[in-house]
């Protein structure tokens, strides 16, 4: 009887590993099927994101006017960011796919622009009304137990609310269990509830662009990557007030051609941002979004312009 062959460890393997198609799979994904953003004219880019309205305001003027990053990263840090995103893209959707299966789906990424506030963005879901009977093509390929399984839960949903819910527009986000239990207590993060506000304010503005005709609430979806219990958030007129009031404050900043102060870490909760930051003083890491940075980064785009 032949003896098993034992693997190599993984410093000795050769060729591809799983690991290695799991990382190429996430890169391609993210490259390709993930936020793309729009290119930078002469003018700079032709709006703000939706996303990102919670972050730093310096650091959005200067994603807008199209400054490079100058964070350095190691291609490990890069290589994990992508691992972060691609689970949190998993949790997504099967989520959403369970809002589908369940017959109450209405949209995938709903895309929404408001022009007169210069922003644009895709919220992950809009979902509601009555329970729908009839499943969806691709159901001619399932095999009949899951096609049994999938009208029985369209069943108990219909029996379990009886009138059409409320249509709903959710932001799903994933996190860290801490972050989860820190949220718990405190409340949705502020860029949550600044990104989720501005899809309201947007929706509110311009209801055409939704395939449901309107709204009845927003809510904000917090699932830990680490753990297993979902917290929802209902987005308030508060939020909505605040996502218009640094929209306005951003295109202000834009027509006056003033980049808004460096606000970094500074509001509740994100005590995190200044490390993430994109835009790093490459001669002092500890800061960033710096006006020394701007200046010379201008200056070097004119001097190669010469």
């Known amino acids: 009887m032949s003896q098993p062959t034992l693997m190599p460890e993984p410093e000795e393997q050769q060729g591809v590993t799983l690991r290695t198609v799991w990382d190429l799979y996430n890169q391609v994904s993210s490259e390709l099927l993930g936020h793309m953003d729009p290119p930078v004219g002469e003018n700079g880019r032709p709006h703000w994101r939706a996303s990102m309205n919670g972050y730093c305001l310096r650091r959005q003027y200067m994603w807008r006017q199209g400054v490079p990053d100058t964070r350095a990263e190691t291609e490990e840090q890069c290589i994990d960011k ?3 995103f691609a689970a949190g893209n998993r949790v997504e959707r099967e ?3 369970a809002i589908e299966l369940a017959g109450v789906l209405i949209a995938r990424q709903v895309s ?6 210069h922003v644009t963005g895709s919220a992950d879901v809009l979902w509601g009304g009555a329970v729908q ?12 137990d899951y096609t049994w399984a999938i009208r029985e839960l369209r069943a108990r949903a219909d029996r379990l609310v009886g009138v059409p819910l409320p249509l709903t527009l959710t932001e799903i986000k994933s996190t860290h269990s801490y972050a989860v239990r820190k949220m718990y207590k405190e409340g949705p993060r502020f860029d ?16 055409e662009q939704l395939p449901s005709g309107g709204l009845d609430r927003v809510e904000i979806a917090v699932v830990g990557r680490d753990a297993v219990k979902p917290l929802i958030f209902g987005v308030t007129r508060r939020d909505v007030d605040l996502a218009r009031s640094r929209l306005e404050a951003l295109n202000k900043a834009w027509d006056e051609r003033k980049p808004p102060p460096c606000t970094c870490g500074q509001e509740a909760g994100m005590s995190w941002e200044q490390g993430y930051c994109p835009y790093l003083d490459p001669e002092d890491p500890s800061r960033c979004c710096g ?13 190669t312009r010469r």
Do not use: I, N
């Not at 929404?112 to 506030?117: H, I, V």
């Not at 006006?291 to 001097?303: K, N, Y």
């Open 192 to 207: 949550f509830r600044c990104q989720a506000g501005t899809y309201w304010l947007m929706a509110s503005d311009h209801p």
């Open 95 to 97: 989520l959403v796919d």
């Open 112 to 117: 929404l622009s408001d022009p007169e506030l």
């Open 82 to 84: 992508e691992r972060r």
């Open 291 to 303: 006006m020394g940075l701007l200046d010379r980064l201008t200056a070097s785009v004119e001097a």
């Open 133 to 144: 009977r009839e499943l969806p093509d691709r159901s001619k390929w399932w095999d009949p």
